[in-house]
T-cell receptor, first 112, second 113 residues
């Protein structure tokens, strides 16, 4: 059974810092991995999708990498802003069309 | 940008009552999903639906739960007899094809009292 872990569970940084959020998984036979943002009491906003054949994806200040062999993905946020404060979730699927397995999230606070 | 729409945003119901949560997936998407998130816990998969039938379901999705696509646009989750532990945020999601990225709705917060 796939297990997804995110470390740290919470992170507080001053504005402007570059930061890395970590996601690890136990079964490397994944189909794709997706990073989401969740604001308190709100839905999930997709940030980046990495297919199993890809090593990284970039969108603006965000860069996500995938290393299947080590069972890890990282989300890099450059020049963090207070508006980046949210919970960041990674989730992956093992087969096309199948369920996503979520990590517990990293709650990020960026202080002005 | 196309959205997945969920209604209602909040629902309070008495234990033992039936509830129906509604979702309108993105129009050209073919795969539909329900997930739930109990307060403070991980997002959990409930069920996936493709070609008018359930393609996968979790252990949580027992006989109290059912899904339906009654017309070409709506996708519903029914809980027949709600329990206190059904209180959670319920998310609907859709994808064009299995393996594409998922688009999630903003959720329905269900409170069972």
């Amino acid at each position: 059974k796939q297990e997804v872990t995110q470390i740290p569970a919470a992170l507080s940084v001053p504005e402007g810092e570059n930061l890395v959020l970590n996601c690890s998984f136990t079964d490397s036979a994944i189909y794709n991995l997706q990073w989401f943002r969740q604001d308190p009491g709100k839905g999930l906003t997709s940030l980046l999708l990495i297919q199993s054949s890809q090593r990284e994806q970039t969108s603006g200040r965000l860069n996500a990498s995938l290393d299947k062999s080590s069972g890890r993905s990282t989300l890099y946020i450059a020049a963090s802003q207070p508006g980046d404060s949210a919970t960041y979730l990674c989730a992956l699927s093992n087969n096309a069309g199948n369920m996503l397995t979520f990590g517990g999230g990293t709650r990020l606070m960026v202080k002005p | 940008e196309p959205e997945v729409t969920q209604t209602p945003s909040h629902q309070v119901t008495q234990m033992g009552q039936e509830v129906i949560l509604r979702c309108v997936p993105i129009s050209n998407h073919l795969y539909f999903y329900w997930y739930r998130q109990i307060l403070g816990q991980k997002v959990e998969f409930l069920v996936s639906f493709y070609n008018n039938e359930i393609s996968e379901k979790s252990e949580i999705f027992d006989d109290q739960f059912s899904v339906e696509r009654p017309d070409g646009s709506n996708f519903t989750l029914k809980i027949r007899s709600t329990k206190l532990e059904d209180s959670a945020m319920y998310f609907c999601a859709s994808s064009v094809r299995g393996g594409d990225g998922y688009t999630f709705g903003s959720g329905t917060r269900l409170t069972v009292v």
